[in-house]
């Protein structure tokens, strides 16, 4: 299992996994070129403004949100504003080849922030706990588009979550990182505040999903719940695939496959594709402007101290 982990973690692979990825979409491309073209031109573009609202809404907002109000909850007085900034500049990690920068950009972040490592491992790790946690749930309502591997492992992953989240346990899970230090728990109602959020915060992205639908074909209201799961779903699933970065491919894979039970194949592509464009703005417009923020700072110190 080590072996086959490292082999994922190779930038070679994921070099060439990004390779065929190219490859594959290109031809695709090529072979509908005509019916993409259609499709384009019928485009309603204005609702790409709408897909837009909700990842910033998520991204830009619940996000740090959640960070801010996590780390307060075990003692460190962090704001809105600082946490944006450690997470965003943490996040453009995700783009790179195992995924390892995300964690270890975010413990950098959060260190210049003057915060605990022990507190950084307990906020990391709890939280992307309930992100997979909640992911998991979301996923259930579109449980039979998959195959039963996929079945049985999304009707798994939540409880494995619920396990891990249980004080005892999760003290177990970060004594590696943390060692002996004990520090202030997470409540449980913290955990369920935490959790509602992450449900708002898939919905939110499953109504993302629904716009971008609409830019390029009707659909009905009824199939928002197929929106929330593919969502939830994609997000999840391409984390895992620590061999694509930030998911690409893997996560588009997912949400057009749901999207066609309801949509054309094509104008699925079309959806996750325009998402995916729409994904990477935001991550990277939200990391300029936290690095453009500490840049600035960090000048103002140095004057200070001249």
């Avoid at 299992?1 to 090529?30: C, D, E, G, H, Q």
């Avoid at 780390?71 to 390892?100: C, D, M």
């Avoid at 588009?145 to 970060?174: D, E, T, V, Y």
């Avoid at 995916?276 to 939200?286: A, N, P, T, Y």
């Amino acid at each position: 299992m080590k072996k086959f982990i490292a082999i994922l973690k190779n930038p070679w692979f994921t070099r060439v996994y990004m390779l065929v990825f190219v490859i594959w979409i290109s031809y695709f491309l090529f072979s509908e070129g005509e019916n993409f073209i259609n499709i384009i031109r019928t485009a309603k573009l204005h609702m790409i403004f709408f897909v837009l609202v909700t990842h910033v809404i998520v991204v830009g907002v619940i996000n740090p949100y959640l960070h801010s109000i996590a780390y307060k909850e075990i003692g460190s007085t962090v704001s809105f504003w600082q946490a944006f900034r450690i997470f965003h500049l943490s996040r453009i990690g995700n783009y790179l080849p195992g995924r390892v920068w995300f964690a270890t950009n975010y413990y950098l972040f959060s260190k210049k922030m003057d915060i605990d490592s022990d507190k950084i491992a307990k906020n990391f790790i709890i939280l992307n706990v309930l992100l997979f946690l909640v992911g998991g749930l979301c996923s259930l309502p579109i449980i039979n588009l998959f195959s039963p591997q996929m079945q049985n492992l999304l009707m798994i992953f939540p409880f494995m979550m619920m396990i891990l989240i249980h004080p005892k346990i999760f003290k177990i899970l970060i004594r590696p990182v943390i060692g002996k230090k004990n520090g202030k728990d997470y409540r449980y109602a913290f955990l369920f505040k935490i959790s509602m959020l992450y449900f708002i915060a898939y919905a939110v992205l499953g109504f993302g999903l629904y716009f971008g639908t609409l830019s390029f074909t009707s659909v009905d209201l009824t199939a928002l719940p197929i929106m929330v799961g593919a969502a939830s779903s994609s997000l999840i699933v391409g984390m895992l695939a620590i061999f694509a970065p930030a998911g690409i491919g893997v996560s588009e894979g997912i949400s057009a496959a749901i999207l066609s039970q309801v949509i054309s194949l094509e104008i699925a592509i079309m959806v996750v594709v325009t998402l995916r464009m729409v994904m990477v703005l935001v991550d990277f417009s939200c990391a300029l402007i936290s690095a453009v923020s500490i840049a600035r700072e960090e000048k103002l110190v140095k004057q200070a101290l001249a």
